[in-house]
């Protein structure tokens, strides 16, 4: 059923929800366009209502080829939603369910597209706060890129920061996707352009490998990874793009690369990347998996049933992070001091090389037990062979040593 936005917009078709709002495909004065609804509660608060007309200027001007352009706000009565450039295409998220994870060069390339038009937006003041695969958009209609991928296009601008005002959030909490939250947020540091750096590395790490460096469990544990635990290399990555992955997965933000110097460096490994096949790099184990053992079975999700992703939690209760456009922003208590210092050290999910156990994992516990068993073992049996050879020594220690006196000749 077709509902008017504003005086100019008609909705006709949901394309998605999340916990922000509903994405609808619509239509204006000059043709398609996607219309992000903003759900009801947040419309009503009238602190974010002025937050989202103060930054109409900012996101109304943000023109890039890798930006899904922001065409209009638009505030009527309990309506709230944001008009922008309908992508034909898909979302990064979608794809990489499909195919697990990407050939190294067109998760560069991707990646490269993603942090142009990051370095458009910060230099127009705009800091995105919520990067990751749900929000890039492939455009199936323009031609293919290096390594066959499609133009990628960052959406959502904004969100993110309309969301987080004073009021809702005050200064204890965080807003964001826990996976690819960057340390100084977690530490409740206000965010910069380099927290964009830090999530668009998250992103390609994830495309690369299929699982991101610090994600799994609950998310206070997730972001505690964050801050104190260090990237695990993957195995068989090129060295020079590894080192650029670390470089921008820095804890400290000064650390890691502007979003045009990325961009540019990207783009300078992608000759070395042709052709490279997907990295083989077994995923850490699922909680299903540490509970019963790593050979035993994981139940797959019944008919109809999204996989759920860990560390997906939506902002407003009754939202549903298995939604189409999967908007999983999180809002939680910022960690103190001690419980972030205090968190076990190499606890981030260890990638390995196919086949090999992670370490921690059950699988590896298994033949750790099995390792000890042989060893064991052995032991027994070299104590035995001990024993053995310490009885037979002990009993030529008993024989009486034989009298060779009457054997020698007698002297005359």
Known sequence: MARRIGSRYTAHQILGRGSAGTVWLGE????????KLLREDLSSDQELVGRFVQERTALLGLEHPHVVSVRDLVVDGNDLALVMDLVRGTDLRTRLDRERRLAPEAAVAIVADVADGLAAA?????????VKPENVLLDMQGPLGPGGSHRALLTDFGVAKLIDTPRRTRATKIIGTPDYLAPEIVEGLPPRASVDIYALATVLYELLAGFTPFG???PGAVLRRHVTET???LPGIPDELWQLLVQCLAKAPASR???SELGARLRELLPMLAGMPPLEVDEPDTEAEEEAGEDAPVPAPAAGEPVRRRGAVPLVPGAKPSDSNRDTHTSMRVPAPDELAGGARGTARAPRAAGAPRPGSARNRAVARRRRLTLAVAAVLLAAAGVGTWLATAED???PPRDTRHSAPATP
Not at 29 to 35: E, F, K, M, Q, R
Not at 122 to 130: E, I, Q, S
């Open 122 to 130: 910060h230099a127009a003041g705009v800091v995105h706060r919520d």
């Open 257 to 259: 690369l502007r979003a």
């Open 397 to 399: 220690d008993a024989t």
């Open 28 to 35: 204006g004065p000059d043709g398609p366009v996607a219309i």
């Open 231 to 233: 990237v695990v290399p």
């Open 216 to 218: 799994g469990g609950h």
